[in-house]
């Protein structure tokens, strides 16, 4: 698809990278569901699960995670996690979601997504598309959280593409705002099975 934008040879560069770094996802999806498009956005702070969630789900049906980590550090080597550098990051990542859902795929949009702002250009983009939604909202409890980051901080975790820790999920805390439309909700310090099912039904359904 031919993105055009006000910015639109930095983001077309932008926009072919972060294909780049998705190669082996795309090469590897099936086929057999193209255009059975579907969006699902995750909305969390940092340590609530949702890239393992997000992982669970794509051992049960076939869906392309772009992850907003992974997706920075395709496009800036020492990320500063600055404002400019995340407008740029979301910007992109908004617009790669919106071609992927045009060109018919399953997507999990693996990001804070704290504030209604961001989750509307999301809806916006599911309705422009045409495209049906879940949301997901995870919590866990506090010292859980802490737990979990201070492995990642230690290099004990899986999580190999966030850098956010203790310090930065304090910092993002009091901007969190509810989601105010339907969705799904996740303790991650619980069985997340019933959730994982719930949504498989949904996106299978919403196939035919």
């Known amino acids: ?56 789900l794509s051992q049960r049906i076939p869906v392309l995670i772009v992850g907003s ?13 600055n404002p400019g550098e995340h407008t740029r990051v979301f910007s992109d990542c908004h617009q790669l979601i919106e071609d992927l859902l045009q060109e018919g795929y399953r997507v999990v ?5 704290l504030t209604d702002g961001f989750r509307h250009t999301l809806y ?13 909202w995870f919590t866990a409890p506090i010292d ?12 004990l975790s ?9 310090q930065i999920h304090c910092r993002l805390r009091p901007g969190e705002e509810p989601i105010n439309r339907p969705h799904l909700i996740v303790d991650s310090s619980q069985d997340i099975s019933p959730v994982l099912d719930q949504l498989v039904r949904l996106v299978n359904s919403a196939s035919g």
Do not use: C
């Open 1 to 56: 698809m031919q993105y055009s934008s006000p910015n639109g040879p930095a983001v077309a560069r932008d926009i072919a990278t972060l294909r780049q770094a998705l190669s082996s996802d795309l090469h590897e999806y099936p086929q057999k569901i193209a255009h059975e498009r579907y969006l699902i956005v995750l909305s969390g702070l940092p340590g609530t699960g949702k890239s393992h969630f997000a992982n669970e």
């Open 69 to 81: 980590d992974r997706m920075r550090k395709a496009l800036v080597a020492r990320p500063k996690y």
């Open 109 to 113: 949009f693996d990001a804070t997504n």
């Open 124 to 136: 916006d983009i599911a309705e422009k598309t045409k495209t049906p939604l879940s949301i997901i």
């Open 144 to 155: 859980m959280v802490r737990s979990r980051l201070d492995a990642r901080a230690a290099g």
């Open 158 to 166: 899986i999580d190999s593409h966030s850098d956010a820790d203790w």
